[in-house]
């Protein structure tokens, strides 16, 4: 039986997928990238190797040499660090300059077309942990009044519209007014740049975008999310039903309750 190859960026995501794979007695390598993955995940899995985000030829060797054919992109790779001081390879520096612009459908779709060049394919991101995308309702806190429910279908139109552009899948608004749209700085940077403008209780809206390649790029939320919610301000989050994955779902529920955030699938 041929391994399954992981590619892991940060967050738990890497951690929940390498889990569900083991219960599935699949073998499985990891390759973790150094400029996100969680140094943790040696505990959980027994291959891993260490390379960075820039060595695109040493990935696809790595798997090859470990008969990877079906592989998965799991856990975040902060889009900004392609500006950053980070090494690539004669493979990843070609592939970069041949790219029309760099937004993130772009860049990751050009790179799975490198793997399938030799031989390796992408599943959705996310085929493991289907059972952690959220059901349309209410999930935990407090029902929303009709004027907040209205933001909500406000900040929807709006999100789908910048993630349909591939800019951002979040935005904040408060009084149907939009107070941030997320860009390359990631979700939790939008939510506190959104507060520091427009104070408490505002609403943020996560959404797919309209055509999503979930290869590589599935909404998540988290624990971590809830904190910066909370640190925040926030009054609800409203994430995309059916699109959304929540890991680690019933202690983002218990801290969602227990510090007072509502979330809710639409």
Not at 107 to 117: D, P, R, S, T
Not at 250 to 262: N, P, R, Y
């Amino acid at each position: 039986m041929s391994n399954i190859g992981i590619i892991a960026g940060n967050s738990r995501f890497p951690f929940l997928v390498a889990e569900e794979i083991k219960k599935q007695n699949q073998p499985f390598i990891v390759i973790a990238l150094k400029e996100e993955a969680d140094k943790d995940i040696e505990k959980v899995c027994d291959k891993v190797y260490w390379t960075s985000i820039g060595k695109l030829q040493k990935i696809i060797d790595i798997f090859k040499e470990n008969d990877v054919k079906t592989a998965l992109m799991v856990g975040q790779v902060k889009h900004a660090k392609i500006y950053s001081a980070i090494t690539m390879d004669f493979r990843a520096m070609k592939l970069m300059g041949s790219l029309l612009n760099k937004k993130t459908d772009t860049i990751l779709g050009a790179v799975v077309k490198e793997f399938e060049k030799d031989g390796i394919n992408f599943l959705p991101s996310h085929i493991y942990l289907k059972h952690l995308l959220a059901q349309k309702g209410l999930i935990v806190g407090k029902k929303l009044n009709s004027a907040e429910t209205k933001d909500v279908e406000f900040g929807f139109k709006i999100a789908k519209g910048i993630a349909g552009f591939d800019i951002g899948q979040t935005v904040v608004v408060k009084d149907k007014s939009v107070l941030a749209v997320e860009s390359i700085e990631g979700t939790d940077e939008c939510i506190k740049r959104a507060y520091g403008l427009g104070g408490e209780n505002a609403i943020v809206v996560k959404v797919a975008k309209p055509n999503q390649d979930f290869r590589f790029d599935v909404p998540v939320i988290g624990t971590r999310t809830i904190d910066t919610l909370k640190e925040n301000k926030i009054r609800a989050m409203a994430i995309e039903a059916g699109s959304t994955l929540i890991l680690d779902k019933d202690e983002v529920i218990k801290k969602a309750k227990e510090l007072g955030v509502t979330i809710l699938a639409v």
